[in-house]
Structure formats: structure tokens, C-alpha cells
């Protein structure tokens, strides 16, 4: 034992149970974030199929009564094409620049392709 001198600090009566508790404590609050936080347990202890938790809580996530989307304030051209201002639902404001696919080579129907050589 590599503490073997903290008894003679702490007496093994007081110490035991002390240390004994504070594993107890940590154990019991491990397993119940375990229960709050994962959805699977529940469905186990209640004896349903697994997964239908998540499938409940997908369609909580999906309800348009709380859906709060983000709306765009204004939109102004630029050179790089539209500037957007978005204002996000915590208020913030945020600027998305949407540009149009550039074509960096184009060929007709009744022309051939280049032959480039060397």
C-alpha cells in the first residue's frame, strides 16, 4: 500500500467509510446521467423496442410550433454577386455573399474538342 502512513493521520474507522461514500456518491451520480441523458435506458426499463425513444424525440426535434428559422433582413448586389444580411433567431446578424456558378470553358454541339499538344 502506497499510503500506508495516512492511517496514522486519519483513523481507519473515520477513513473507511469516508472513502467507501465518496465511491458510493460518485457511482450513483454516474448512473443517473446515464438514465437523464440516454434514451435507450428508458426504453429498456419499460420494455419496448429499442430505438423508440429516439424515434419520440426525432419528432419533438420536428415540431414547426418551435422552429424558429432564420429571416433575411435585405439583400444588395455586390461584384462577387449577392450580399445577404441574415439575422439569425438570437439576433446576431451575419452576411452570406450568394454567386452564380462561373463557366470556365464551354463548347458547342458542332465543334470538336481542342487538341492541345506539346
Same mark, same amino acid.
Given at each position: 500500500m502506497n499510503n500506508a502512513k495516512m492511517w496514522l493521520v486519519?483513523?481507519?474507522?473515520?477513513?473507511?467509510?469516508?472513502?467507501?461514500?465518496?465511491?458510493?456518491v460518485g457511482s450513483f451520480s454516474v448512473h443517473m446521467q446515464v438514465v437523464?441523458?440516454?434514451?435507450?435506458?428508458?426504453?429498456?426499463?419499460?420494455?419496448? =423496442?429499442? !430505438? $423508440?425513444?429516439? %424515434?419520440?424525440?426525432?419528432?419533438?426535434?420536428?415540431?414547426?410550433?418551435?422552429?424558429q428559422a432564420a429571416q433575411a433582413s435585405y439583400v444588395m448586389p455586390s461584384s462577387?454577386?449577392?450580399?445577404?444580411?441574415?439575422?439569425? =433567431?438570437? !439576433? $446576431?446578424?451575419? %452576411?452570406?455573399?450568394?454567386s452564380s456558378p462561373e463557366t470556365l470553358v464551354s463548347q458547342q454541339a458542332d465543334q470538336l474538342p481542342a487538341l492541345i499538344t506539346q
Open positions: 486519519v483513523s481507519p474507522s473515520v477513513g473507511v467509510p469516508i472513502f467507501l461514500g465518496a465511491v458510493a437523464k441523458n440516454t434514451s435507450w435506458v428508458s426504453d429498456f426499463l419499460q420494455g419496448v =423496442p429499442m !430505438g $423508440t425513444g429516439d %424515434q419520440m424525440a426525432a419528432a419533438e426535434m420536428l415540431d414547426q410550433s418551435n422552429l462577387d454577386g449577392l450580399a445577404v444580411t441574415v439575422i439569425l =433567431p438570437d !439576433g $446576431t446578424t451575419t %452576411q452570406a455573399i450568394l
